[in-house]
C-alpha cells in the first residue's frame, strides 16, 4: 500500500515569496491534516480536512496560509507572502474515518527555508 | 488550551542504558498515541493506549498511561543506536469527536553505539 505522498521535499525562497506544498493521502482515508513542525519540536496542527470540508483550522495563519482539498482526495497548502519564521517543516498525514484514537499516517515533509 | 509537556526535552545515553521519557499534561486524554520520527521522514506510531494504568509492551520498549489518563511514560530498556531519533505522545482532544491529536513537545533521543 503506498504511503502519503508530498512534495517538493525540499523547498528555499526568500522572504515574501510565495510557496506551494503538494499532498496525496493514502487511498480511502477520509481525514487530511497539514502540520508545521518547527526543529526538534512536536508538530503543530494548521488544518484538518474531513473529505473536502475543514473540520478545523483555528490554528491556520489565514492572512497568509491557505489550504483546499478538491474533491476530497489530494490536497495543496500555499504561504502567501512567506515571512522567515515559516521555515520549518510541513507535515501532511491522513488517517480512515475513524472515531477516536485513529493512526495517522504521516508522509516524509517538505522542509521549507526561508532566506 | 490543552498541552503535553515532554521530559526530558534531550538525551544522549550509551548503548545498553536504560531510559524512561515523561509525558505531562493537566488534562484527560481519551487516548495517548506515542509516535518515533526519524531525521527526514514523518512520525510512525508505535502505540496506542486507552484505558487509565494500561500497560503495553512493545520488544524493549514499555509504555503506560497514567491512571487519570492525564500523563504517560515510554520505558526503554537496554537502548540501541536505532532506538536513535523524536519521540512524541499525542494525545486524542475531543474525546473522539474529531480525530484531532494534540502533540507533546518532542524528546530528541541519541543513542551512542
Known amino acids: 500500500e503506498a504511503g502519503v505522498a508530498q512534495s517538493p521535499r525540499y523547498k528555499i525562497i526568500e522572504k515574501r515569496q510565495s510557496v506551494a506544498f503538494w499532498c496525496n493521502p493514502i487511498s480511502g482515508h477520509a481525514t487530511l491534516y497539514w502540520y508545521q513542525q518547527i526543529l526538534g519540536q512536536g508538530p503543530k496542527l494548521l488544518i484538518q480536512f474531513q473529505n473536502n470540508g475543514v473540520v478545523d483550522d483555528s490554528q491556520l495563519p489565514k492572512d497568509r496560509f491557505s489550504a483546499e482539498r478538491l474533491k476530497g482526495v489530494d490536497s495543496t497548502l500555499k504561504i502567501q507572502p512567506a515571512k522567515l519564521e515559516d521555515s520549518a517543516v510541513y507535515l501532511c498525514?491522513?488517517?480512515?474515518?475513524?472515531?477516536?484514537?485513529?493512526?495517522?499516517?504521516f508522509g516524509p515533509g517538505t522542509r521549507l527555508t526561508v532566506l | 488550551t490543552q498541552l503535553l509537556e515532554q521530559s526530558p526535552q534531550f538525551l544522549s545515553i550509551q548503548e545498553g542504558e536504560n531510559l524512561t521519557v515523561y509525558c505531562n499534561s493537566s488534562?484527560?486524554?481519551?487516548?495517548l498515541q506515542w509516535y518515533r520520527q526519524e531525521p527526514g521522514e514523518g512520525p510512525v506510531l508505535l502505540v496506542t493506549v486507552v484505558t487509565g494504568g494500561e500497560v503495553k509492551k512493545l520488544k524493549r520498549l514499555t509504555f503506560q498511561f497514567g491512571d487519570a489518563r492525564k500523563d504517560s511514560s515510554l520505558h526503554i530498556t537496554a537502548a540501541q543506536p536505532g532506538d536513535t531519533g523524536l519521540y512524541l505522545c499525542?494525545?486524542?482532544?475531543?474525546?473522539?469527536?474529531?480525530?484531532?491529536?494534540?502533540f507533546g513537545t518532542g524528546t530528541l533521543l541519541a543513542v551512542q553505539p
Open positions: 498525514a491522513s488517517s480512515l474515518e475513524k472515531l477516536g484514537g485513529s493512526e495517522q499516517f
Open positions: 499525542a494525545g486524542d482532544a475531543e474525546r473522539g469527536a474529531t480525530n484531532k491529536l494534540i
Open positions: 488534562s484527560v486524554f481519551s487516548s
